[in-house]
């Protein structure tokens, strides 16, 4: 399977603070969806703004991520724009603050057209932000391009987000927590809305998000991330069957069961996420972990990695017992 994105060694710092992003190494094959999951302050989002141009000038970025033959690290602005929203398009989190309140849908949706395919004529343009709109399920497509953001629902909103990114055919879709503050009904929608238009155009997705159970049906593999740095990366479907670090089992242990016992209370991970200016010498985690070993104060363990694709990093994992 070929990739369409490979990272090594991203590193995001600002100022002396201690990186917000840390050595992180992996890729995205075509086709496929990589769930990026963590507590906030993890690392998830910082990485894909790293690697899409995002961030303020305060960041100093280093590493290389290969994409298209080339290094987006090294690219300059006017590259960066030819590939932001074409190739590589991102779901922003809040759909409210992601679209521009004083112009419509239609405005909105038809500058990514006139940005990256200036050949193609109003109605040709218009056309195509018609059918986008209703591949993502919104009724009267028409009528939603002349209305403002205002007008519509959130879980609209969303999706006016997603046929936004969808516009050019990306090769890779950067989903950000996209079901944020939806309701349930709506968020299954949403999911269901990134699984279609990914087999429909074998577009691949990387979905960031903190919460386990909306990769479960989604994600052919996930990557765990923890104070800046990958602790786990596996297949799904081994993950959630077999985690190996005491985090990813934390959080697993985390999610709440359909028709479970009753518990007077729900498990949880004690303790907080370590501040950038607060990272101890050895594993970030040590403090919490109920695994921990002196070798972990002083030790920061390295991410391994199996034939199988499985990576952990941790002196005394799971799978070891």
């Given at each position: 399977?070929?990739?369409?994105?490979?990272?090594?060694?991203?590193?995001?710092?600002?100022?002396?603070?201690?990186?917000?992003?840390?050595?992180?190494?992996?890729?995205?094959?075509?086709?496929?969806c990589l769930?990026?999951?963590?507590?906030?302050?993890?690392?998830?989002?910082?990485?894909?703004?790293?690697?899409?141009?995002?961030?303020?000038?305060?960041?100093?970025?280093?590493?290389?991520?290969?994409?298209?033959d080339?290094?987006?690290?090294?690219?300059?602005a006017?590259?960066?724009?030819?590939?932001?929203?074409?190739r590589?398009?991102?779901?922003f989190?809040d759909?409210?603050?992601?679209?521009t309140?004083?112009?419509?849908?239609?405005?909105?949706?038809?500058?990514?057209?006139?940005?990256h395919?200036?050949?193609?004529?109003?109605?040709?343009?218009?056309?195509?932000?018609?059918?986008?709109?209703?591949r993502?399920r919104?009724?009267?497509?028409g009528?939603?391009?002349?209305?403002?953001?205002?007008?519509?629902?959130?879980?609209?909103?969303?999706?006016?987000l997603?046929?936004?990114a969808?516009?050019?055919?990306?090769?890779?879709?950067?989903?950000?927590?996209?079901?944020?503050?939806?309701?349930?009904?709506?968020?299954t929608?949403?999911?269901?809305?990134?699984?279609?238009?990914?087999?429909?155009?074998?577009?691949?997705?990387?979905?960031?998000?903190?919460?386990?159970?909306?990769?479960?049906?989604?994600?052919?593999?996930?990557?765990?991330?923890?104070?800046?740095?990958?602790?786990?990366?596996?297949?799904?479907?081994?993950?959630?069957?077999?985690?190996?670090?005491?985090?990813?089992?934390?959080?697993?242990?985390?999610m709440?069961?359909?028709?479970?016992?009753?518990?007077?209370r729900l498990?949880?991970?004690?303790?907080?996420?370590?501040?950038?200016?607060?990272?101890?010498?050895?594993c970030?985690?040590?403090?919490?972990?109920?695994?921990?070993?002196?070798?972990?104060a002083?030790e920061?363990?390295?991410?391994?990695a199996?034939?199988?694709?499985?990576?952990?990093?941790?002196?005394f994992?799971?799978?070891?017992?």
């Amino acid at each position: 399977m070929s990739q369409c994105l490979e990272v090594a060694g991203l590193t995001v710092r600002y100022g002396a603070h201690a990186a917000a992003v840390d050595d992180v190494s992996f890729h995205v094959n075509d086709g496929e969806c990589l769930g990026v999951v963590g507590e906030s302050g993890s690392g998830k989002t910082q990485i894909f703004m790293a690697l899409m141009g995002l961030l303020s000038d305060r960041a100093r970025i280093s590493g290389a991520a290969r994409f298209d033959d080339q290094d987006i690290l090294r690219l300059d602005a006017a590259a960066l724009n030819r590939l932001r929203g074409a190739r590589i398009a991102m779901v922003f989190q809040d759909p409210m603050t992601a679209l521009t309140p004083h112009l419509t849908i239609g405005t909105q949706l038809l500058e990514v057209l006139a940005a990256h395919e200036p050949g193609l004529n109003s109605a040709g343009a218009r056309q195509r932000a018609t059918a986008l709109l209703e591949r993502v399920r919104i009724p009267d497509a028409g009528r939603r391009l002349r209305q403002y953001p205002h007008e519509l629902s959130g879980g609209m909103r969303q999706r006016v987000l997603i046929a936004m990114a969808c516009l050019c055919r990306p090769r890779l879709l950067v989903a950000d927590e996209p079901t944020t503050a939806l309701d349930t009904t709506v968020q299954t929608r949403v999911l269901q809305l990134l699984q279609g238009l990914r087999a429909e155009t074998g577009t691949a997705v990387a979905l960031i998000t903190h919460d386990f159970a909306m990769l479960a049906g989604i994600a052919d593999r996930v990557m765990v991330m923890y104070a800046g740095r990958i602790v786990e990366t596996a297949a799904a479907a081994d993950l959630f069957q077999r985690p190996f670090h005491p985090y990813t089992v934390g959080l697993l242990q985390c999610m709440p069961v359909y028709r479970a016992p009753r518990l007077s209370r729900l498990p949880s991970i004690p303790g907080l996420p370590p501040g950038r200016d607060t990272r101890p010498a050895g594993c970030a985690f040590a403090p919490r972990c109920p695994r921990a070993q002196p070798l972990c104060a002083t030790e920061r363990p390295v991410l391994s990695a199996s034939p199988a694709g499985r990576g952990v990093a941790c002196h005394f994992p799971h799978d070891h017992d």
